[in-house]
């Protein structure tokens, strides 16, 4: 490191205009409630700082350099206008830190890229570029005529399932009445074999056959007996009339119930004959089982008709079964094609209209959709980031490969947010160093949780690598920056002493001081923009002198 005296002159050398504007600017500022003083010491020999020397050889860290002694007094009222503020420089341990350049990009499962389901027009559109969403918020309406007519294919295989499971049931229904006529049927043929084993089909005709010849024999004794005694009577009749004794009528009247008795007992004879033929048909019919025969015939048909409506009553309800089977299929597939259609944007009470939702909660970074547009299925509507984690690609040289684990922390910074520390995580490490710049790409998953990290931001990003040492930290804001040199500001019992520091690798505590400060030493952390224009305005007046 040069000499002070040699130091302060390049410093004046590149003192631009605009320090000069800050310079005067802060110093009209302060004045008004206080005021400051630039005491120079001829040598550095303060007490103070030959301590802090001493503390930061404990340390581990390099004796400070020579620095400029010259030393910032103000009052109170003076530091307390500036907003001065500081805290003691701290002993810490931590890693050395590897510092490579890095990209930042979105997650690509945290990337959505909107599409319509289906071909149809835009007729609404809820968002724009800029807006943030949530998973499922409604994007867009859509109306397609293809979701109408798979909404009315739906429909129409609805009816057809419902007319099925109609014809179903009323199958189902004839089935049950065929089978109660079978198993009547069945269990009557069943009771006709059983009487017919006992031939009750025969035996009661037989015994009325029987009946009716003791009936007809009876009729023709009477019969005989009557036209015995009136021809009898129809021969004393005419001998009294050949005798003049009875009159020519009661003759004529005895001859004709002698005719009628006749008459009755030919009338009997035939009634015997015919019960005899009838009982001896009978006992034929009883000997040869032939009316059993005739009834089991009978009732074993009418069992069979039975059964034979019971199996076509059978078949008639797998058909149904099958052609309510089949139309549940057709609405299971109309139901697949609309829902293929339709996605999870089913607009209820329309069967025309579709809903575009946000797949992912996120903020819309492109809007290429506009009302009355026709679009497409492979129509690029919206692209929706979610930005609440980011991925960092850090380039990590070669040589450094071996000293980054998964899993590590890493602490990431950006221009746009000066003192800010973004931590992350390495997640993976790339299998193929580039050929050009030798370095192999490191992803670090970096929260993102206030949004501030942007896709394509250049990064810092610090990988702790190595056992941890105790190093002297101060924070980041502590550090003034001039050209290649870099300052802190020493509190000391007559002011504000600049130090010239060497900074050594960043840590997630502060800034590694490797000399210039030693740990517990005092140092303005805020407020040190005002010391450094006080510093630029004595510097220009040692110019002027």
Known sequence: ?????????????????????????????????????????????????????????????????????????????????????????????????????????????????????????????????????????????????????????????????????????????????????????????????????????????????????????????????????????????????????????????????????????????????????????????????????????????????????FATARRQEGDAVASFLSAKTSLATSQSNLGALEGSGHAVGSEGLIILHAPISGVVTERTATVGQAVERSSSLFRIENLNAVQVTANVPEANVARVKQGQTARVSVQAFPGRTFTGVVTSIGNRVDEKTRALPVRILVDNARGQLRAEMYADVSLGVGSPSKHVTVPLSAVDEDGDERFVYVETAKGFERRNVTLGPGSGKGVVIKSGVAAGERVAVAGVFVLKSEMKKDELKGDED
């Open 1 to 309: 490191m040069s000499e002070p005296s040699t130091t302060n002159a390049s410093r004046r050398g590149r003192l631009t205009a605009s320090h000069l504007i800050a310079a005067v600017t802060v110093s009209v500022a302060i004045g008004a409630a206080g005021t400051f003083a630039i005491v120079k010491h001829a040598d550095s020999g303060d007490a103070q700082h030959k301590e802090a020397a001493r503390s930061q050889a404990v340390a581990g860290a390099e004796e400070p350099a020579a620095s400029s002694t010259t030393v910032i007094a103000l009052s109170a009222s003076a530091r307390a206008a500036a907003g001065i503020r500081v805290q003691p420089a701290l002993l810490t341990a931590a890693s050395e830190q590897l510092r490579v350049p890095g990209l930042v990009d979105t997650l690509p499962n945290r990337i959505a890229s909107v599409t319509p389901p289906v071909f149809g027009k835009l007729v609404r559109i809820d968002v724009g570029v800029g807006d943030r969403v949530r998973a499922g918020q409604v994007l867009a309406l859509i109306d397609s005529v293809d979701v109408s007519q798979a909404h009315s294919a739906v429909n129409n295989a609805r009816r057809v399932v419902e007319q099925a499971a109609s014809a179903v049931a009323t199958a189902k229904a004839q089935v049950n009445e065929a089978r109660v006529r079978a198993d009547a049927a069945s269990a009557a043929l069943e009771r006709q074999r059983h009487m017919a084993q006992a031939g009750m089909f025969s035996q009661a005709p037989r015994a009325a056959a029987q009946a009716e010849v003791s009936a007809a024999q009876t009729e023709l004794a009477q019969a005989e007996a009557e036209s015995q005694a009136r021809s009898s009577a129809s021969a004393r009749a005419e001998r009294l009339f050949a005798a003049q004794v009875a009159s020519r009528a009661e003759m004529e009247d005895a001859q004709a119930q002698k005719r009628q008795s006749e008459a009755r007992v030919a009338q009997a004879r035939s009634r015997v004959t015919l019960a005899t033929d009838a009982l001896a048909r009978e006992e034929r019919v009883h000997k040869g089982g032939l009316l059993d025969k005739q009834v089991i015939d009978t009732a074993s048909a009418e069992a069979r008709a039975a059964q034979a409506a």
